[in-house]
T-cell receptor, first 113, second 111 residues
């Protein structure tokens, strides 16, 4: 069964450093997403991406965040200058179409020290 | 008002019991509804979509009540492996793919 994969599983970084989280969506899916979940809180939408551009983003997705699809398989989330409050689990997801079910990767746990 | 509200629980039920969760959503224009389950420190896994006509998948039944703006999940014959947090997910109207997640309802099935 096809699945979304993410690397690394855990990333530890110093405040102010840049991090890049990587995802490989399901191969025939067209829509890609990033969500985050702060420990003990709900899953929050960050951004959706379609046809090589951002289609929607939330208020959380400020200028410190960017996404990219550098090749035909990878989808990345970059945080330019990490803050302590960026510590969370980051989930990548993909879907075949608009408003359809989204499939999540196993997540990257980001710890900012 | 929150976009999606769920009773956080916890629900502790014996094996074999039937348990039901409800979730309310605030925007009547929402069109897509799902139940996901999430195990501790794992990713959300799709359990089922929720359709207007209701749908069933084995021991799981989902219902949508548009008039009252709630969705429900019924689990029959609970198994130990059903222990998880159940997440109600609703799309944000007027957008394509922005999904709102509830905070989840915690279920523990006790032997």
């Amino acid at each position: 069964e096809p699945e979304v994969t993410q690397t690394p599983s855990h990333q530890v970084t110093q405040m102010g450093q840049e991090v890049i989280l990587r995802c490989v969506p399901i191969s025939n899916h067209l829509y890609f997403y990033w969500y985050r979940q702060i420990l003990g809180q709900k899953v929050e939408f960050l951004v959706s991406f379609y046809n090589n551009e951002i289609s929607e983003k939330s208020e959380i997705f400020d200028d410190q965040f960017s996404v990219e699809r550098p090749d035909g398989s990878n989808f990345t989330l970059k945080i330019r200058s990490t803050k302590l409050e960026d510590s969370a689990m980051y989930f990548c997801a993909s879907s075949l179409g608009v408003k359809l079910m989204q499939y999540f990767g196993p997540g990257t746990r980001l710890t900012v020290l | 008002r929150k976009e999606v509200e769920q009773d956080p629980g916890p629900f502790n039920v014996p094996e074999g019991a039937t348990v039901a969760f409800n979730c309310t959503y605030s925007n009547s224009a929402s069109q897509s509804f799902f139940w996901y389950r999430q195990d501790c420190r794992k990713e959300p896994k799709l359990l089922m979509s929720v359709y207007s006509s209701g749908n069933e998948d084995g021991r799981f039944t989902a219902q949508l009540n548009r008039a009252s703006q709630y969705i429900s999940l019924l689990i029959r014959d609970s198994k130990l492996s059903d222990s998880a947090t159940y997440l109600c997910v609703v799309n944000l109207p007027n957008t394509g793919n922005q999904f709102y997640f509830g905070t989840g309802t915690s279920l523990t099935v006790i032997p």
